[in-house]
């Protein structure tokens, strides 16, 4: 049954949160209209325990890309394709799916396989942050996943064991939280879902970077280096060096999330019975 009340409050409270990190540049104003959807949805349609999840996973992932930013800045900034703030796309490349399995689980009558979609794809996002935003502080340079040749701080599909290990934590916050907020909140709370979030989180963001490495878009600045930025910060266009031209790092995002939600329901599948 769908919960008009739940729906309004999550309206209120998404557009509060991000209202405040707008204020606080954490998103773009179209990331904030991208935050007021994506969490509405969740709210309204999966409940409290997918509502808070995803929260915690926001404020976890505004919080790192706050934390040593500076050092960041210096060390892989240029590489990346997008700042700080995230905007309308990136959000919805970070939550959109998630909304989608809110309503789908709703609307379907809440079957496990969604809820083990929506563990792997909010686990994935948050190991692909977590790994990210740490990663690139590893005092070890990274190597590329497919080749093991050590690359630049933040070149896409490079990893290190700091970032891995990082990745296998923020997928495993993941499934703690919706575990314990689920049995508060009175509903199911499945053991595999630790598992399948572990599993699915950090298999998702694995195919992150090896996505990264061979087939998304990277482009060069006039000096050789590479980015995945289609233009600098003069706003004079970037060539072209490999990859599919419209493979950026946004679709990169919500494939590995697709990956890792398959792994989970596959997890609770092996698992669950």
Not at 216 to 230: C, K, L, P
Not at 238 to 257: C, H, K, Q
Request: overall charge positive.
């Amino acid at each position: 049954m769908i919960d008009l009340a739940l729906i309004g409050f999550g309206l209120v409270l998404s557009t509060a949160i991000g209202g405040l990190a707008h204020w606080r540049k954490s998103l773009t104003v179209s990331g904030w209209v991208g935050a007021v959807l994506v969490g509405t949805l969740t709210l309204g349609f999966g409940g409290w325990s997918w509502g808070l999840t995803l929260i915690i996973f926001f404020i976890t992932s505004s919080l790192l890309s706050r934390y040593k930013e500076q050092i960041k800045e210096r060390r892989a900034a240029e590489k990346f394709s997008k700042g700080g703030q995230r905007d309308f796309v990136q959000t919805m490349a970070n939550g959109g799916l998630a909304a989608l399995c809110a309503v789908a689980y709703a609307l379907a009558g809440r079957p496990p396989e969604l809820l083990a979609a929506f563990a792997g794809i909010m686990a994935t996002v948050n190991a692909d942050t977590w790994a990210t935003e740490l990663g690139v502080l590893s005092p070890h340079r990274p190597r590329l996943i497919t080749s093991g040749r050590p690359v630049e701080p933040g070149t896409s599909g490079g990893i290190t064991l700091f970032g891995s290990s990082a990745a296998a934590l923020g997928a495993a916050l993941i499934g703690v939280v919706l575990l314990v907020l689920l049995a508060v909140e009175g509903s199911p709370a499945p053991w595999w879902l630790i598992p399948a979030a572990i599993l699915g989180g950090f298999g998702g963001a694995m195919l992150d970077s090896l996505l990264g490495a061979t087939v998304q878009a990277i482009y060069a600045y006039s000096d050789g280096r590479e980015t995945e930025r289609r233009f600098d910060r003069s706003g004079n266009p970037t060539a072209f060096v490999r990859g599919l031209p419209w493979l950026n790092n946004d679709v990169v995002n919500s494939s590995s999330s697709i990956g890792g939600a398959l792994i989970a329901i596959l997890v609770m599948r092996i698992l669950g019975g």
